[in-house]
């Protein structure tokens, strides 16, 4: 669950996600006599017995507060533990530093105390060992299986995609900017699997990792947000510029580019701010702050104005072909984008230390299933490459100025 070490000052507030029998919260501090001249102590609260001192109708003084403590340990040798028993399920603690100065109103400033600070939960064989809150656990052995995956894909798919790619076909920026995108998100997997390797070890981990997942991820949303954006503006206009009878035909139009280009930006601010919100290292936060329910919302309005403008060209399409091409990439859209805000809007029935791994496993195996059906639709030589045999501007992002004005449909 993590260690820590800097000053303890007047008052210290730890949140901690304690599981099963025997977690443990060792201490370590240096100035022992700093300590025990202060009488300082440890005071751990159960979350909702707090949250109700707090709200509660009664006026109690700091003292009375602190005195209803359900566990509390004297701060008084160089290293201490002490043992959370009895845990039904997990839960939140808070862990509050006090000593005869905090309740003062005039406090004057002492002495510090240096503390290193260790919180375990039980791990397999019920041994304090474990540094992962109960919200955390699970998540480096997924990343783990994860990566492991990316790796056995990338070894039997890897050649043949690399081969396709260096034919230059009418989808080749499409499927490069897909495979890109799929790179930074096996990226993303990698550094978090790393983080949480280090992290299981010493509870610190390695924040740069955890930054460099979170920034891959954010770069791959970017890509895949531009990429879908792209396909269905350009089919979108073209369809409402053109006759009814060349309904794929792509026009790279300033309405389109400009279009696509506003909401990347927008969902790129909303990302980079959300990141500032909540400093913990993960890439799919809780949805508590004003930038990440902007980003929810923003999601689906995107799904529904994809859908929307997907739905109008499948109900004019005559080709049987051409309109299941359309129903699979809109399948894979509406599940890029809404497998976010639908996973956080469950995981509001799951107790609080299930959602934040209830959103982040949810979101990464939908969005690879999105990328495999996506995938599946540009390489299918029964769906897109008989299409795109059509017109070698049949797609977007394929443009050609001397191929503009071929009539195929």
């Not at 109103?105 to 304090?128: C, K």
């Not at 309904?247 to 506003?262: E, F, M, R, Y």
Request: charged share 15%; glycine share 6%; aromatic share 12%.
């Amino acid at each position: 669950m993590g260690s820590s070490g800097k000053s303890l000052g007047n008052k210290l507030i730890l949140f901690s996600k304690y599981q099963g029998d025997h977690a443990v919260l060792c201490v370590r501090i240096k100035n022992v006599a700093a300590a025990v001249t202060k009488a300082a102590r440890l005071h751990l609260f159960q979350a909702q017995e707090w949250q109700k001192l707090q709200n509660g109708i009664e006026d109690q003084s700091c003292t009375e507060k602190f005195s209803k403590a359900q566990l509390t340990m004297t701060v008084n040798h160089t290293e201490q533990n002490l043992t959370v028993s009895q845990i039904p399920y997990p839960e939140t603690w808070y862990v509050f530093y006090v000593d005869k100065f905090t309740c003062e109103e005039n406090y004057s400033e002492s002495e510090d105390i240096q503390f290193e600070m260790v919180l375990l939960n039980p791990d397999a064989e019920g041994n304090p060992l474990d540094h992962f809150s109960a919200g955390e656990s699970g998540l480096h052995e997924f990343f783990f299986l994860l990566v492991l995956a990316y790796f056995v894909t990338a070894c039997i798919y890897a050649q043949s995609l690399w081969q396709t790619l260096k034919k230059h076909g009418p989808m080749h920026t499409v499927l490069r900017v897909l495979t890109v995108a799929l790179l930074l998100q096996a990226g993303s997997a990698l550094a978090n699997y790393l983080h949480f390797s280090s992290y299981s070890k010493d509870g610190i981990g390695v924040p740069f990792m955890g930054s460099l997942s979170e920034l891959c991820d954010i770069v791959s949303q970017i890509q895949m947000l531009y990429l879908l954006l792209s396909l269905c503006m350009g089919w979108t206009i073209g369809r409402m510029k053109k006759s009814h009878g060349r309904p794929l035909q792509w026009d790279s139009t300033p309405t389109s580019t400009g279009i696509a280009v506003v909401v990347v930006v927008t969902q790129s601010f909303l990302l980079i701010w959300e990141q500032f919100e909540d400093t913990n290292h993960h890439s799919y936060h809780s949805h508590h702050g004003l930038a990440s329910g902007l980003l929810i919302g923003l999601r689906v309005c995107l799904a529904l104005s994809l859908a929307a403008g997907l739905y109008q060209i499948i109900t004019v399409e005559r080709s049987t072909l051409k309109r299941e091409f359309y129903i699979t990439f809109a399948k894979a859209c509406i599940l890029w984008f809404l497998c976010h805000p639908c996973l956080a809007t469950i995981a509001v029935i799951f107790r609080e230390y299930q959602r934040e791994k209830i959103i982040t496993m949810g979101v990464i195996l939908c969005q690879c299933i999105s990328m495999i059906v996506l995938y599946r639709l540009f390489l299918s030589h029964s769906l897109y490459w008989e299409v795109s045999s059509l017109s070698s501007v049949t797609l977007p992002l394929t443009v050609s100025s001397g191929h503009k004005n071929r009539h195929h449909f």
